[in-house]
């Protein structure tokens, strides 16, 4: 038998091939990833609800903040999701409360910007139940950057 018909010779050559291209396609530089660049860290303050409205994504300053039972979230890595583009942009900018208890996206759920904060009074025990199901979900995932206040005019 030939060492060109022998198969243990064919099978030597293709680990040898395997091992070769794993070491030589590892010793490639990956290219830098690509990030957008990075915005200051928020110093926890408080909004009244027509401040935190500028924090919509849609307006100069691109970083999202929404409110949840009275503390402001940075969910500004949530973009696909708040921004002006994404499923749940209604809450950017916004107290969500309302609309997260009562599992609605509808404009109209939330309070207006110029009113007093949403006392939250007249919820169902299921929508209190949603309601605090969804600040664990905040809490575990976004960084809490501030504190709801009444607007001061
Ligand atoms: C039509 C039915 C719906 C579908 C198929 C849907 C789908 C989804 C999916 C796939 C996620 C991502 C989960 C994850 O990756 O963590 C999500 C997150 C979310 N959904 Fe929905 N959803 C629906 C209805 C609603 C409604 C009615 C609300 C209104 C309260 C809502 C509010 C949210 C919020 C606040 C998030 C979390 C985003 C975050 O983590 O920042 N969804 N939804």
């Known amino acids: 038998m030939s ?11 293709g680990v040898l091939g395997y091992i070769s291209y794993n070491y030589f396609s590892a010793s490639v530089t990956p290219p830098p990833p690509t990030r957008r660049p990075k915005q200051p860290a928020l110093v926890f303050k408080e909004y009244t609800p027509k401040e935190l409205a500028q924090f919509d994504g849609r307006t100069a300053d691109t970083r999202i903040l929404l409110a949840v039972q009275g503390k402001v979230f940075d969910v500004t890595r949530g973009r696909n999701f708040y921004g002006p583009e994404g499923p749940y942009g209604n809450f950017a900018g916004r107290d969500a409360s309302r609309g997260l208890a009562k599992n609605s996206f509808d404009k109209t759920v939330l309070v207006p910007l110029d009113g ?19 600040a664990m979900h905040f809490e575990s995932k976004y960084q809490v950057v501030g504190k ?4 001061k005019d």
């Open 116 to 134: 007093p904060i949403d006392k939250l009074e007249n919820l169902e025990d299921e929508e209190k139940e949603a309601l605090s199901d969804w």
């Open 148 to 151: 709801l206040i009444e607007n």
């Open 3 to 13: 060492a060109l018909t022998n198969p243990i010779n064919w099978i030597l050559a």
